[in-house]
Antibody, heavy 120, light 112 residues
Framework: QVQLVQSGAEVKKPGASVKVSCKAS????????ISWVRQAPGQGLEWMGW????????NYAQKLQGRVTMTTDTSTSTAYMELRSLRSDDTAVYYC?????????????WGQGTLVTVSS | QSALTQPASVSGSPGQSITISCTGT?????????VSWYQQHPGKAPKLMIY???KRPSGVSNRFSGSKSGNTASLTISGLQAEDEADYYC????????????FGTGTKVTVL
């Protein structure tokens, strides 16, 4: 079955960087994009951006431009999201999700989430 | 890009129908038929319930339906069940020059 498995929880200090991985299985990795969405404690979902696993093209949310980098490793069907210059308000659960794709503009399925805590 | 506007909470009794609205602009909801809806239970990852405004993925109950009029999309849950109690988020493509997306503010559905 289609599955996305993310790396484990991270604790970082303000100013540091974090890199979260998302390993895909059960489908042709290069046929879909991978999107990243985060959710601060008790808050809603925030779209961060997406990367085409086919050609590596990226689109990032304006507020994160310059701090976020999304990459893929097609040899291992793994996507990565790196966020730099971490602040306390970056504390959130970070999700990867399959999509978008030529088939459409939706996200399915989602990874289990990775909690990133930014604290001094 | 501002979040799409959803009511903070909606409630209903078992068996009733409820509707959640999702209001955007002509640059997102009103401009494309690419609205999707996600259900999220506490501590769990979101799950796709509706895509392309009104289409249901396989495995999703036909009690869930979607529609759109102008800049507002809606999710209706009919025959409300206890398991439907969750948070619901809409999402719209907001591209054209940029291939981007925007989520709604989220709605807590309570089954009384």
């Amino acid at each position: 079955q289609v599955q996305l498995v993310q790396s484990g929880a991270e604790v970082k200090k303000p100013g540091a960087s974090v890199k979260v991985s998302c390993k895909a299985s059960g489908y042709t990795f290069t046929s879909y994009g991978i999107s990243w969405v985060r959710q601060a404690p008790g808050q809603g979902l925030e779209w961060m951006g997406w990367i085409s696993a086919y050609n590596g093209n990226t689109n990032y949310a304006q507020k994160l431009q310059g701090r976020v980098t999304m990459t893929t490793d097609t040899s291992t069907s793994t996507a990565y999201m790196e966020l730099r210059s971490l602040r306390s308000d970056d504390t959130a659960v970070y999700y990867c999700a399959r999509g978008p794709s030529r088939a459409g503009n939706w996200f399915d399925p989602w990874g289990q989430g990775t909690l990133v805590t930014v604290s001094s | 890009q501002s979040a799409l506007t959803q009511p903070a909470s909606v409630s209903g009794s078992p068996g009733q129908s409820i509707t959640i609205s999702c209001t955007g602009t002509s640059s997102d909801v009103g401009g494309y038929n690419y609205v999707s809806w996600y259900q999220q239970h506490p501590g769990k990852a979101p799950k796709l319930m509706i895509y392309d405004v009104s289409k249901r993925p396989s495995g999703v109950s036909n009690r869930f339906s979607g529609s759109k009029s102008g800049n507002t999309a809606s999710l209706t849950i009919s025959g409300l069940q206890a398991e439907d109690e969750a948070d619901y988020y809409c999402c719209s493509y907001a591209g054209s020059s940029t291939f981007r997306y925007v989520f709604g503010t989220g709605t807590k559905v309570t089954v009384l």
